[in-house]
């Protein structure tokens, strides 16, 4: 059987949901966020969520553990989970069941994990709590996971910190610490949002063997349409809480039968408008011969590139490349241990700390995870207005005025938006706030760190379309980290592509994405996906040499 056969008519209803209202607070008024909805799924099924930012399918993930998250709450409906109506039951025996016999996978798991405890502790506390396992049996377990799942050193990785490991590695901790109890049904919420695409394919080829293997229904929550396509046997697009429209995968990857279906297959068509302008003799930042390390670790080694006025150099490469370590290098996070950072041919100190306001002023950073780069305690106003009293001084009217000119730079109603908290807002929204932000501190360069990856299509379309025309308007330079080619393709002007803390290939956006190409970049294309359900099968049948290359490379790691 194939990943995209239909399995619903073997296996046995595992989870029913009939006319599932909820409903979300807002200024002290309840409003209906999910309307109605029907779903059923089977064992050994995978059933794709899709839709935009805010039509509900996160709430619908969590709702099938009978869970409604803060400000939200179960209006109406059945939720029946192997033949009991989770609304029926008390909470303690929900609390039974999450974990055990329903696990989640969140989409942000630098925000899922508690900080203070080791990966192999939180695996491993489930398990033991329930009875499922001893300690030292979850123990052995979490290690063949993290082993399934390609993280490396499996033996010892989960005696880190959450911190001590890279975004990619967390997710895929996270992926194993669902499976701690072998549960009947796995929710994944945007798991492979955070992984760069040659990870990605491993993940997603476990994640299928795990369902497989175990007969584990699985809710796949995500905005990416060519890895729903590899992942579900059905899929449900939804908007605004509501139904759109229902099909087995092949059958809506071929014929989506609604005009919205039809848009989300036609997004990310976006390219920029206009050619960059001609070089200067000065750029406005390099980095030369940079190397730089984590205690003993080295992490960047020797490398150099620049960034000219007006351009968006992309920097590609897999988890632990190096891409985030060199923005921090530049902003003076993280001082190097040889090289030097120039900003308009100005050498920059290597320590943030001993450079002036002006210097720091200049180079700004937009984040990949809005919901940890913004204070959820302050208000729109304040969250815009501190660079502004920062780095320029404005105070009272004066700042006022200016917040709102830089939310209507943004395209969100300053009226509408001006005082209400970050928990209040869309994903996308947030990003927004976080580009404000940005701008407020008028500067010329900014680092924008996977600004896109957390978004679904539609929304990440707006935000390349809002960065590029931000640029045009302030002569703006980008610096752009992503492992999202598509990404690349549509904004950048020149491409860095990194691996193990040293640059493989840099060059135009056209000479890297054409043919003949250097090996890493070719193991890199070759494993976007894309909007065929045999894709992955395809890639892992056919694509040999790809699969010798990422041998290579990980074995000089």
């Given at each position: 059987m194939t990943s995209n056969e239909s399995k619903s008519t073997t296996g046995d209803l595992l989870l029913e949901m009939r006319g599932l209202r909820i409903e979300g607070q807002s200024d002290e008024v309840w409003q209906e966020i999910v309307k109605g909805i029907d779903l059923k799924l089977h064992r050994g099924e995978v059933l794709g969520l899709i839709g935009e930012s805010g039509a509900g399918k996160s709430t619908i993930g969590l709702a099938a553990m009978g869970f409604a998250r803060p400000g939200?709450?179960?209006?109406?409906?059945?939720?029946?989970?192997?033949?009991?109506?989770?609304?029926?039951?008390?909470?303690?025996?929900?609390?039974?069941?999450?974990?055990?016999?329903?696990?989640?996978?969140?989409?942000?798991?630098?925000?899922?994990?508690?900080?203070?405890?080791?990966?192999?502790?939180?695996?491993?506390?489930?398990?033991?709590?329930?009875?499922?396992?001893?300690?030292?049996?979850?123990?052995?377990?979490?290690?063949?996971?993290?082993?399934?799942?390609?993280?490396?050193?499996?033996?010892?990785?989960?005696?880190?910190?959450p911190h001590q490991v890279s975004g990619g590695q967390l997710q895929r901790a996270m992926t194993a610490m669902a499976m701690a109890c072998r549960p009947d049904l796995l929710i994944f919420d945007e798991p492979t949002t955070a992984l760069d695409v040659?990870?990605?394919?491993?993940?997603?080829?476990?994640?299928?063997?795990?369902?497989?293997?175990?007969?584990?229904?699985?809710?796949?929550?995500?905005?990416?349409?060519?890895?729903?396509?590899?992942?579900?046997?059905?899929?449900?697009?939804?908007?605004?809480?509501?139904?759109?429209?229902?099909?087995?995968?092949?059958?809506?990857?071929?014929?989506?039968?609604?005009?919205?279906?039809?848009?989300?297959?036609?997004?990310?068509s976006h390219r920029k408008e206009v050619e960059p302008p001609t070089k200067t003799d000065t750029p406005i930042v390099k980095v030369d011969h940079v190397s730089a390390s984590y205690g003993v670790v080295p992490v960047l080694k020797d490398i150099s590139f620049e960034i000219?006025?007006?351009?968006?150099?992309?920097?590609?490469?897999e988890s632990g490349s190096g891409k985030s370590t060199a923005a921090r290098v530049i902003t003076g996070l993280l001082p190097p241990r040889q090289g030097q950072v120039y900003y308009e041919g100005e050498a920059l100190p290597a320590d943030y700390r001993k450079r002036t306001k002006n210097q720091l002023r200049q180079a700004q950073m937009i984040y990949q995870m809005p919901d940890t780069a913004v204070n959820p305690r302050q208000r729109i106003r304040d969250v815009i207005g501190r660079p502004l009293s920062f780095?320029?001084?404005?105070?009272?009217?004066?700042?006022?005025?200016r917040v709102r000119e830089l939310l209507d730079l943004i395209e969100l109603d300053p009226d509408q938006f001006i005082d209400r908290y970050p928990g209040e807002l869309s994903g996308g929204q947030k990003q927004r706030i976080c580009i404000a932000r940005a701008l407020a501190a008028e500067p010329k360069f900014i680092i924008c760190d996977e600004v896109t990856s957390a978004l679904d299509q539609l929304v990440a379309e707006g935000i390349l379309k809002l960065l590029d025309r931000l640029q045009r308007e302030f002569d703006l330079s980008y610096m752009f980290i992503t492992h999202d080619l598509a990404t690349v393709k549509a904004i950048a002007d020149e491409i860095?592509?990194?691996?193990?803390?040293?640059?493989?290939?840099?060059?135009?956006?056209?000479?890297?994405?054409?043919?003949?190409?250097?090996?890493?970049?070719?193991?890199?294309?070759?494993?976007?996906?894309?909007?065929?359900?045999?894709?992955?099968?395809?890639?892992?049948?056919?694509?040999?040499?790809?699969?010798e290359l990422y041998e290579k490379f990980h074995a000089e790691s």
């Open positions: 939200c709450r179960i209006s109406g409906g059945e939720i029946l989970f192997d033949g009991r109506d989770l609304m029926q039951v008390s909470e303690n025996e929900r609390r039974k069941l999450r974990g055990v016999r329903i696990a989640y996978v969140a989409q942000s798991a630098a925000a899922a994990f508690n900080p203070a405890h080791k990966l192999i502790e939180q695996f491993s506390e489930t398990p033991t709590e329930h009875g499922v396992r001893s300690r030292s049996e979850a123990d052995a377990d979490a290690k063949d996971l993290y082993r399934r799942l390609q993280l490396p050193d499996p033996e010892n990785i989960g005696y880190r910190y040659t990870t990605q394919i491993e993940v997603l080829v476990t994640i299928r063997d795990i369902v497989k293997q175990f007969n584990t229904a699985a809710i796949y929550i995500t905005h990416d349409l060519a890895v729903v396509a590899q992942m579900a046997d059905r899929i449900m697009v939804l908007r605004f809480g509501e139904l759109v429209e229902e099909s087995d995968t092949r059958s809506m990857l071929s014929d989506p039968k609604m005009d919205y279906t039809k848009s989300l297959w036609a997004v990310r000219h006025k007006g351009y968006t150099v992309a920097v590609v490469g780095y320029l001084g404005y105070s009272g009217a004066e700042r006022e005025k860095v592509v990194m691996y193990q803390g040293q640059i493989v290939e840099q060059g135009a956006k056209t000479e890297i994405i054409t043919p003949p190409h250097h090996e890493y970049t070719e193991l890199l294309l070759s494993s976007v996906p894309e909007m065929d359900p045999d894709w992955l099968d395809t890639v892992l049948k056919e694509r040999a040499h790809a699969h």
